[in-house]
């Protein structure tokens, strides 16, 4: 049974990096386009980047572009999200997940198109 899970985040400053990681177990991650969301308190999911199966595909939001690096480690099953420059409103419950379509805009902007998804991990950004 395909299960991912999400670790690394925490307290930081504004300013501040933090990495998200992003395992799986039951399935190998390398097959799938992997997306990161992110849930604010009150607000909507939204999909911040996505990296395909192939290491070029890769997307950003705008909000977070320039700031944030989605990579991935297919020896150690492994999805990572670096986030730099770290912004108040970065602060969310950030969540990794799975899907079968190409990575990109179309495809981050539908969350229901993301089969598998983990747990989630809390980023907190504040001074």
């Known amino acids: 049974q395909e299960q991912l899970v999400e670790s690394g985040g925490n307290l930081a400053q504004p300013g501040g990096s933090l990495r998200l990681a992003c395992a799986a177990s039951?399935?190998?991650?390398?097959?799938?386009?992997i997306g990161w969301f992110r849930q604010a308190p009150g607000k909507e999911r939204e999909g911040v980047s996505c990296?395909?199966?192939?290491?070029?595909?890769?997307y950003y939001s705008d909000s977070v572009k320039g700031r944030f690096t989605i990579s991935k480690d297919n020896t150690k099953n492994a999805v990572y999200l670096q986030v730099n420059n770290l912004k108040p409103e970065d602060t969310a419950m950030y969540y990794c997940?799975?899907?079968?379509?190409?990575?990109?805009?179309?495809?981050?902007?539908?969350?229901?198109?993301?089969?598998?998804w983990g747990q989630g991990t809390q980023v907190t950004v504040s001074s």
């Open positions: 990296i395909g199966v192939n290491d070029g595909d890769t």
């Open positions: 039951g399935s190998t991650l390398a097959s799938y386009t």
């Open positions: 997940a799975t899907s079968l379509f190409l990575c990109g805009s179309p495809t981050l902007s539908r969350p229901n198109l993301f089969a598998s």
